[in-house]
């Protein structure tokens, strides 16, 4: 496993953000582990979440992945991690503009909808996950309003599982979905892969976990995308 995502994966767990035992989710599954990102809630846990997000993106520019001249972050969850993305890359010697948007249009003072730099040339969207691929839809149209070409999505955890409901799952995931639909690249800092191959190693913190392997295994198994 990558150092930086075994990092990661070690970081969430000692916020809580990572979390095994039995959640419902949306669709009405039982899952064996829940990411809740609203938890990287100090000033240092949001900067830390934020360089392993920058380090994503430079290693995903460099394998030639993604490509982006600057940050867009959709109200709510991606505006702190817009920002802290954007100190952490200007801290890596990639400094760039960021933006985001209003959930309503401003009428007063400097107006509109978008706060930050002007939307321009290729704009890499910041999120945490992708679950309908609602956020990355209104995220686009935003883009592409202002003349801008979304580059790719980044988000924290591709759960790798597929849509629908527990009943009636879709073929796809919703980061597929994304791809498909809008032809961009979505990266993650982990995802489901990665979280298993980490319960399989030798570290203190994956021992601690190490008895939910198989439920999360048996749940990939069923909703895998």
Not at 17 to 26: A, S
Not at 66 to 93: E, H, Q, T
Not at 127 to 150: F, H, L, M, Q, Y
């Given at each position: 496993?990558?150092?930086t995502?075994?990092?990661?994966?070690?970081?969430?767990?000692?916020a809580?953000?990572?979390?095994?035992?039995?959640?419902?989710?949306?669709a009405?599954?039982?899952?064996?582990?829940?990411?809740?990102?609203?938890?990287?809630?100090?000033?240092?846990?949001?900067?830390?979440?934020?360089?392993f997000?920058?380090?994503?993106?430079l290693a995903?520019?460099?394998?030639?992945?993604?490509?982006?001249?600057?940050?867009?972050?959709p109200?709510?969850?991606?505006i702190?991690?817009?920002?802290?993305?954007?100190?952490?890359?200007s801290?890596?010697?990639?400094?760039?503009p960021?933006?985001?948007?209003?959930?309503?249009?401003?009428?007063?003072?400097?107006?509109?909808?978008?706060?930050?730099?002007p939307?321009?040339?290729?704009?890499?969207?910041?999120?945490d996950?992708?679950?309908?691929?609602?956020?990355?839809?209104?995220?686009?149209?935003?883009?592409?309003?202002n003349n801008?070409?979304?580059?790719g999505?980044?988000?924290?955890?591709?759960?790798?599982?597929r849509?629908?409901?527990?009943?009636?799952?879709?073929?796809?995931?919703?980061?597929?979905?994304?791809?498909?639909?809008?032809?961009?690249?979505?990266?993650s800092?982990?995802?489901?892969?990665?979280l298993?191959?980490?319960?399989?190693?030798?570290?203190?913190?994956?021992?601690?976990?190490?008895?939910?392997?198989?439920?999360?295994?048996?749940?990939?198994?069923?909703?895998?995308?």
């Amino acid at each position: 496993m990558q150092n930086t995502k075994q990092q990661f994966i070690e970081f969430a767990l000692e916020a809580d953000v990572l979390r095994f035992g039995e959640f419902k989710t949306k669709a009405g599954r039982l899952s064996p582990y829940f990411f809740n990102a609203g938890l990287f809630n100090t000033g240092a846990r949001l900067d830390r979440l934020g360089a392993f997000y920058a380090e994503t993106l430079l290693a995903a520019r460099k394998a030639g992945r993604l490509d982006f001249d600057m940050i867009f972050g959709p109200a709510y969850k991606g505006i702190p991690l817009a920002a802290s993305v954007a100190m952490n890359l200007s801290r890596m010697g990639c400094d760039v503009p960021w933006a985001f948007n209003r959930k309503e249009i401003k009428d007063h003072g400097e107006g509109g909808m978008i706060v930050g730099a002007p939307l321009k040339g290729r704009v890499v969207i910041i999120d945490d996950v992708i679950s309908a691929g609602t956020s990355v839809r209104e995220s686009v149209k935003i883009i592409e309003a202002n003349n801008a070409s979304p580059s790719g999505v980044l988000i924290a955890v591709d759960r790798m599982e597929r849509g629908g409901t527990a009943d009636a799952p879709t073929a796809t995931s919703a980061v597929q979905d994304v791809e498909k639909t809008f032809g961009l690249s979505v990266v993650s800092i982990i995802n489901l892969h990665d979280l298993l191959a980490f319960m399989d190693g030798p570290s203190e913190k994956a021992k601690t976990v190490a008895q939910y392997r198989d439920a999360v295994a048996a749940y990939r198994a069923r909703y895998g995308a």
